[in-house]
């Protein structure tokens, strides 16, 4: 059974970077999409990024120019590079994946992200 588990997240300073990372194992790692979203307390899950196995990625308008996903598709793994941050990017940020050829989305546990002074 494929699994998905962010590492990366902890408590920054405003205007500081975090790297996120997730990475895929168990079962069939054939991915079409991969990206980000995030949830701030008492608000909704939100799109952040989002990365295709081959063509151009896309941001949130919020993270554009500030935020930078990659993967590398030999390690199953996603990357979010964040820098810039500002205390509204607190937030969980989880990862997800679709796999190839069907409508299945697998999603992460989760990592805490904390802007704070």
């Known amino acids: 059974q494929v699994q998905l588990v962010e590492s990366g997240g902890g408590l920054v300073q405003p205007g500081g970077s975090l790297r996120l990372s997730c990475v895929a194992s168990?079962?069939?790692?054939?991915?079409?999409?991969m990206g980000w979203y995030r949830q701030a307390p008492g608000k909704q899950r939100e799109w952040v990024a989002f990365?295709?196995?081959?063509?151009?990625?896309d941001y949130a308008d919020s993270v554009k120019g500030r935020f930078t996903i990659s993967r590398d598709n030999a390690k199953n793994t996603v990357y979010l590079q964040m820098n810039s941050l500002k205390l509204e990017d607190t937030a969980v940020y989880y990862c997800y994946a679709n796999r190839v050829g069907t409508l299945t989305r697998i999603w992460g546990q989760g990592t805490q992200v904390t802007v704070s002074s």
């Open positions: 168990g079962g069939d790692l054939r991915f079409s999409t």
């Open positions: 990365m295709p196995s081959s063509g151009t990625s």
